[in-house]
Every structure is written in structure tokens, then in C-alpha cells.
T-cell receptor, first 113, second 111 residues
Framework: KAGVTQTPRYLIKTRGQQVTLSCSPI?????VSWYQQTPGQGLQFLFE???????NKGNFPGRFSGRQFSNSRSEMNVSTLELGDSALYLC????????????FGPGTRLTVT | SQQGEEDPQALSIQEGENATMNCSYK?????LQWYRQNSGRGLVHLIL?????REKHSGRLRVTLDTSKKSSSLLITASRAADTASYFC???????????FGKGTRLHILP
């Protein structure tokens, strides 16, 4: 099976802009989670979607949002970008609704200038 | 904080030695997972241990879980250069199944 794919891999944006990142899970996986990874804060949970519904949410401001489509593909959006949003954004898919192991994509490296 | 905390933050050992890293947490969990991240391959799931399990093995990996002490350990036996990476524990919270990662242990295997 193909692994989790994320696009784009690298992105440079300016403060105040908005960005949309995309994630395609492993075929058959219905759960998609998003994480932000920075050197200072480590891996922080953003949100999880299962069958197009947001199942869990981390402690991020409302500028961070996501959605999941009927084919399980997911997007996350960050509006009004701030310098502190520069990070590696990782998407992970899981085989079911529940505490299963997660399979991660390579990530999108976002740089905000 | 609900996240797991790994100890030590960094570890350097000679190739062939065993590496042990620990994870402590503060809340009830459904399971605890260990992941590895290196620059070439991203985050990779290593092993999942459920709250009712005490020990699990996978190849050269051995994970233990002590729910009374709210701690877990990951042992890598006969380390190899390819084991150089950051290792993260991730706790799956009881109740909402949210998965929270710790900040990781950086393991460096010396030739």
C-alpha cells in the first residue's frame, strides 16, 4: 500500500497570509490526525478527523482549522499566519476509530517570513 | 501537562550496547506507543502496549509498562548505527483517545 502523502513538502509564506496543507491517508484508513512539530514545543496535536467529523481537537487558536472529505483525504488551513506558525506539519492516518498506531507522512515544512 | 515525558533527553552509547529510555505520564491511558524519527524517514511507529499489558517485544525492542507508576521504558538491545534517531513516547488518553507525544529522547550510536 502507498503510504501517507502530504503536499506540498515545503512552503514559504508571509505573515498575514493563509495556507492550506493536504494529506492523503493510507488507502482504507478513515482517521487522520494533524500535528505541529517545532524544536521548542515538540509534537503538538492539532486535531483528528474520522469519517469527515472532527473527533478531537488540541489547544490551538481558531486560526487553525481542518476538514476531511468523503475519500478520507484531509486538509488543514491556517489563516492570518504568524511567524510562530513556522513548523513541520505532520499528518498521520490510522486504521480505525480508536487508539490504534498511526502512520505518518513526511510532513510539510512551513516557513513564515 | 498530559504529555509523556521522556528521560533522558539525550543519550550516546557505543554500537552494540543496549539503550534504555523512559517515559512518565500523569493521567490514565488506553495505551502507550513508541515512535522513532530520523531525518531520512520521518516518524515511524515502533510498538504499542495496551494499559492491561506489562511487557511487549518486537525484534530488538522491548517495552514495559507500569500503570501503577505511570511509566514505560523502551529497551533497544545490541544497538546499531541505524538506531540513531529521536524516540518519542505517545500516550493515548483514556476517555477521548487523544494521542499526546512527549518531547523525545535523542539517541546517538557511536561507532
Amino acid at each position: 500500500k502507498a503510504g501517507v502523502t502530504q503536499t506540498p513538502r515545503y512552503l514559504i509564506k508571509t505573515r498575514g497570509q493563509q495556507v492550506t496543507l493536504s494529506c492523503s491517508p493510507i488507502s482504507g484508513h478513515r482517521s487522520v490526525s494533524w500535528y505541529q512539530q517545532t524544536p521548542g514545543q515538540g509534537l503538538q496535536f492539532l486535531f483528528e478527523y474520522f469519517s469527515e467529523t472532527q473527533r478531537n481537537k488540541g489547544n490551538f487558536p481558531g486560526r487553525f482549522s481542518g476538514r476531511q472529505f468523503s475519500n478520507s483525504r484531509s486538509e488543514m488551513n491556517v489563516s492570518t499566519l504568524e511567524l510562530g506558525d513556522s513548523a513541520l506539519y505532520l499528518c498521520a492516518s490510522s486504521g480505525g476509530q480508536g487508539p490504534y498506531e498511526q502512520y505518518f507522512g513526511p510532513g510539510t515544512r512551513l516557513t513564515v517570513t | 501537562s498530559q504529555q509523556g515525558e521522556e528521560d533522558p533527553q539525550a543519550l550516546s552509547i557505543q554500537e552494540g550496547e543496549n539503550a534504555t529510555m523512559n517515559c512518565s505520564y500523569k493521567t490514565s491511558i488506553n495505551n502507550l506507543q513508541w515512535y522513532r524519527q530520523n531525518s531520512g524517514r520521518g516518524l515511524v511507529h515502533l510498538i504499542l502496549i495496551r494499559s492491561n499489558e506489562r511487557e511487549k517485544h518486537s525484534g530488538r525492542l522491548r517495552v514495559t509498562l507500569d500503570t501503577s507508576k505511570k511509566s514505560s521504558s523502551l529497551l533497544i538491545t545490541a544497538s546499531r548505527a541505524a538506531d540513531t534517531a529521536s524516540y518519542f513516547c505517545a500516550i493515548c488518553l483514556g476517555g477521548d483517545d487523544k494521542i499526546i507525544f512527549g518531547k523525545g529522547t535523542r539517541l546517538h550510536i557511536l561507532p
